[in-house]
């Protein structure tokens, strides 16, 4: 085996959003009206030079660029290969049209979004058909390496690999598949390498995370004939191809036997097991392997004793050596010294983004000059990591020896007896309406939330303002002729963030922001020990939004799932046993709601499919738990009491046995991105429950006409009985506004009335 070179630190990814969210308020900004696009790309090129010097100044050797994005990078890719659908080629132009494509115009629907793989994170779904034509538009990797250039720093662009962006696209009309089309696009790729090199690139990093799922082999035959290709080019960067976020089995030797000159690899998490293939293969000699033994995803600490034991078996196995994050850390918040309300021994277990380089940069200097260099580092490191296993925090007896039984597992009675029962008590119409929970975050709202944390308004004046709120909303779905009312969540900052700062384990942060999608952030919480819930949460305020009206007022609760998959979840444990705390936590509150007299409970659970393994070996036993605690949480009702669950925004058809076995007696799905595709789906699996497919796409700032839902709903009702279907958004409507949501609810009313008619 030849020599290995110790190289230096390096991530490949950082943050966008600047440490007071500038990049929301700018973007927002210019949506509004308030500033123009040259205002909002010079505030962008500050954040991006901001970011530039801090990673300098923080000691990384190689620091990426293209990896900022005003809205999102799958788009941003879209973009520079000219994959602009014929609909949004049409308005405006610059970034009018870029923002169309994320969030739609007038009557122009925006590109589906859909999860980032197994994260948080949400991207925009390319469409491409067979008479797409590729035109290279290489402005933003170009102008991004420039800018860096002028100020001193020799950047690494990053640009989604060829296969990854193909494999993440989707043909709209279903009739062929997207990879179809990688021979028109790689020369796009040759081209932009050339131009790249011709500016001074010395690397590029082309990011390939789709071949962490599995591929069949004429996938990998092709991921061999584009690297062999893209190699070939005379006048070219160094090609660094990255994949993170899991294992990459047969695709590793396919890289390995490439000609590119470096490879950046997953070293955590299901992705350790790529460091004995790596072994077994016999490594990568000639090439530079950049190791990601730091964890891109998730805001522990690193144990750097560990991660330095790892690089060592590395050592050896590749011409040059690199450290580095598992992946971009766009997905963790920016900086955990910001927390000043965290317990301070909760605090020292953590790193953000900007500890995660700390971390990134130590272990450079401990690969490089021996564990002596870094003894003070590792001593603290080592202390840090003991003081969380032995801590009270983390470890509740009482709460770990909870027993559970089959029952409690299982509805009493099958769901056929217990939809009599509901509609007795309901008596609701075929296609009935509903919303999904939350109505418009008003700023009056967020300001009154604001002030009572700050101490600056009584609580009781924070509830008597709630209850005004609740009022107005009930008000309003009646006037409007909705059969299953919400009280619209204001007290709610967040669906997963309300219930950690009520439940045991759970740790919320202050300014702990991750993007979500485009302007769109949230604070995920931190499960730091054993669940459990001190006290009710929401029968309050269910119970009084019950008292106005005679409708129906659905509870709502966040799922176990979800509550996991959108919070940075402990590493110490299993899953599935911090999953069963969470489920019998939120048990006991779906038990408070039905003694309080509620009769619709809704525990959504958009986050099942999102977090479903990337492999299929890894699925069965996660779909099991995951399951599990649902039916858990939900499973104690009496029949008259009828469960709701939410997913949104994922792709479904891997996961319909799950749903299934949920046996949630409704369960409402996105759909109008789709075309009510799923709909299809659920026919051709003999759903057996009621579903409620979305006929409006919340996350675009549009209102769909009367005569479009009407369209979504006889779509549905030929395929699906009508008297076992429901009628309502995709998601939540938070993010609306009321305006637009007065507008579409009564369209949708409307629509809903005249499809009734039809049956």
């Known amino acids: 085996m030849t020599s290995t070179n110790t190289g230096g630190a390096t991530v490949y990814g950082y943050p966008r959003q600047g440490a007071n969210r500038q990049l929301k308020k700018a973007t927002e900004a210019y949506w509004a009206g308030r500033t123009d696009a040259d205002t909002l790309l010079s505030a962008a090129r500050d954040l991006r030079l901001r970011r530039l010097v801090e990673l300098r100044d923080a000691g990384l050797d190689e620091i990426p660029s293209n990896d900022f994005s005003l809205y999102d990078h799958v788009l941003d890719t879209a973009w520079l290969v000219g994959a602009i659908p014929r609909r949004h080629a049409v308005v405006g132009e610059g ?136 190699a070939a080019e005379r006048v070219r960067p160094k090609i660094l191809v990255a994949s993170y976020f899991d294992r990459l089995g047969d695709a590793l030797p396919v890289l390995a036997d490439s ?172 296609l009935p309406t509903t919303t999904i929970g939350s109505f418009p975050q008003t700023s009056e709202l967020r300001k009154a939330r604001a002030e009572l944390r700050a101490g600056r308004l009584s609580d009781e004046a924070y509830e008597d303002a709630m209850r005004a709120e609740i009022r107005s909303v009930i008000a309003a779905q009646e ?100 999953a069963r705390q969470v489920a019998l936590a939120l048990r006991d509150e779906v038990a408070d709601l039905e003694s309080a007299g509620i009769a619709v409970i809704q525990v959504d659970e958009p986050a099942l499919r999102e977090t479903l393994p990337l492999r299929q070996a890894d699925r069965a036993a996660y779909l099991e738990w995951a399951v599990t605690s649902f039916t858990l949480a939900t499973s104690g009702v009496r029949d008259e009491t009828q469960i709701h669950t939410h997913m949104c925004y994922a792709e479904f058809g891997d996961v319909l046995q799950a749903i299934i076995d949920m046996d949630a007696d409704v369960i409402s799905l996105e759909a109008a991105r789709s075309n009510m595709a799923i709909v299809t789906d659920l026919t051709a699996a003999a759903y057996p429950n009621e579903v409620g497919p979305g006929v409006w796409d919340i996350h675009s700032p549009r209102v769909p006409s009367v005569e479009e839902i009407i369209g979504h709903l006889r779509t549905a009702t030929a395929s699906f009985p009508a008297n076992r279907l429901w009628v309502n958004p995709d998601c939540g409507l938070k993010t609306r506004g009321y305006p637009e949501v007065h507008a579409t609810l009564a369209n949708l009313v409307t629509a809903t009335a005249a499809v009734r008619s039809d049956h």
């Open 259 to 430: 000609p590119v000159e470096g490879l950046a690899i997953d070293f955590t998490g299901p992705a350790v097991a790529n460091l004995e293939h790596l072994a077994a293969i016999g490594g990568v000699p000639g090439k530079r392997l950049v190791a990601g033994v730091v964890n891109g995803r998730n805001i522990w600490a690193a144990d750097l004793a560990a991660a330095l034991t790892t690089l060592d078996t590395l050592y050896g196995l590749a011409g040059s050596l690199d450290v580095s994050a598992s992946c971009s850390l766009l997905h963790v918040p920016l900086d955990v010294t910001l927390e000043r309300d965290l317990h301070p021994e909760i605090a020292g277990w953590l790193a953000f983004a900007r500890q995660k380089v700390a971390e990134v940069v130590t272990l450079r200097v401990g690969l490089a000059e021996g564990r002596a260099a870094i003894a003070e580092a590792l001593g603290d490191n080592a202390d840090r990591l003991a003081s969380r296993v032995g801590s009270p925090i983390v470890r509740v007896p009482e709460v770990r020896d909870r027993a559970v039984t089959d029952a409690d597992l299982h509805r009493a009675s099958p769901y056929e007896k217990r939809r009599q029962a509901q509609q007795a008590r309901l008596a609701l119409p075929d």
């Open 95 to 230: 970034l009018d049209r870029y923002f169309a494509m994320a969030r739609g115009a007038a009557d122009v629907p925006p590109l589906e979004m859909t999860k980032w793989f197994d994260t948080n994170y949400h991207y925009l779904v390319p469409e491409l058909g067979p008479d797409t034509e590729f035109t290279l538009d290489p402005t933003k990797p170009l102008t991004e390496f420039a800018e860096a250039l002028e100020h001193g720093i020799l950047t690494r662009p990053v640009v989604l690999g060829p296969i990854s962006f193909l494999l993440l696209a989707k043909d709209p009309t279903g009739t062929s598949e997207p990879l179809a089309l990688l021979d028109r696009l790689l020369p796009l790729y040759i081209d932009l390498l050339g131009q790249l090199r011709a500016a001074g690139a010395e690397w590029v990093q082309l990011d390939e995370p789709a071949l962490v799922t599995d591929q069949p082999a004429a996938v990998l035959e092709r991921v061999a004939e584009t690297y062999a290709a893209l």
């Open 479 to 578: 006037e409007l002729g909705i059969d299953v009312l919400v009280h619209g969540e204001p007290e709610r900052n967040d669906m997963v963030q309300y219930f950690a700062e009520q439940l045991a384990g759970f740790v919320a942060t202050r300014h702990g922001w991750v993007q979500s999608y485009g302007t769109r952030y949230v604070r995920p919480p931190i499960i730091a020990g054993d669940v459990s819930r001190p006290a009710p949460m929401t029968v309050e305020w269910s119970t009084y939004a019950a008292s106005l009206t005679p409708r129906p007022v659905k509870g709502m609760l966040t799922g176990p799932v979800t509550m996991l998959a959108w919070s940075f979840v402990r590493d110490d444990q299993p899953e599935a046993e911090t």
